[in-house]
């Protein structure tokens, strides 16, 4: 299971190897185990006030968990984590607060962490959101669902600053913000220039790259 045979189509191949892949990723990790929530937690998306939909991230572990196998060599290319909890329709400074504040500590531990193995220089980090919010807020002191959203590269191969133009507040479709940038753009440069990936192919014949890598 999992190896290659003489002949064989490289689809198969290709197959054989991501098992066997999958298979040395989880003898190298051995059993992750969970940190257990805590009730008292102030960071929790669930205790959050205004958070809901999808409960505690635990990001700190996640990244945790990503950050060994980084170090042991596992074959991952890819690692996706997520933190729950931004569905603001009400309270949302609040809950803002809270999560924006797990997401700096969670992260800035990660990229520390990392830094300081010998694969440090190899990891680049992508957050994005699933969807935005509007800008007016509703009867609730929340906000509803937007279309554009924020998106953060990070990482020591990065270009820093500010990409794209900053979105106006008064310029508004419908009440969304106008996106000024196609986050397959973002996406692009990061297939081609971290995974070495080909970006039509995945992303339907999209090739244009912003250059937010070095």
């Known amino acids: 299971l999992g190896g290659e045979q003489p002949g064989e189509h490289e689809h198969q191949a290709r197959a054989a190897r991501a098992m066997r892949d999958v298979v040395r990723t989880t003898e190298l990790l051995g059993e992750a185990v969970e940190a257990p929530d805590d009730p008292d937690d102030p960071d929790d ?11 505690r991230g635990a990001l700190g572990a996640q990244l945790d968990v990503v950050r060994r196998c980084v170090e ?9 984590v997520s ?21 700096d500590r969670a992260l800035g531990t990660f990229l520390r962490d990392v830094a300081a193995g010998p694969r440090g220089g190899d990891v680049t980090v992508l957050v994005y959101s699933e969807f935005g919010r509007r800008v007016a807020a509703n009867t609730s002191d929340g ?20 990409h794209g133009e900053q979105p106006g507040l008064t ?6 913000l106008r996106p000024t940038t196609d986050f397959r753009d973002v996406y692009a440069a990061l297939l081609a220039g971290v995974l070495d990936a080909e970006p039509g192919r995945v992303l339907d014949g999209h090739e244009t790259r912003l250059p937010v890598l070095t």
Do not use: K
């Open 45 to 55: 998306p669930d205790t959050a006030d205004g958070g809901s939909a999808g409960g």
């Open 72 to 80: 042991l060599g596992a074959p991952a290319r890819v690692y996706s």
């Open 83 to 103: 933190l729950g909890g931004f569905d603001t329709h009400a309270n949302e400074r609040n809950a803002q607060a809270r999560l924006l504040g797990e997401l």
């Open 143 to 162: 906000t509803d669902h937007g279309t554009a959203g924020p998106l953060f590269v990070a990482g020591p191969r990065v270009r820093g600053g500010f």
């Open 171 to 176: 310029d508004l479709d419908d009440g969304d």
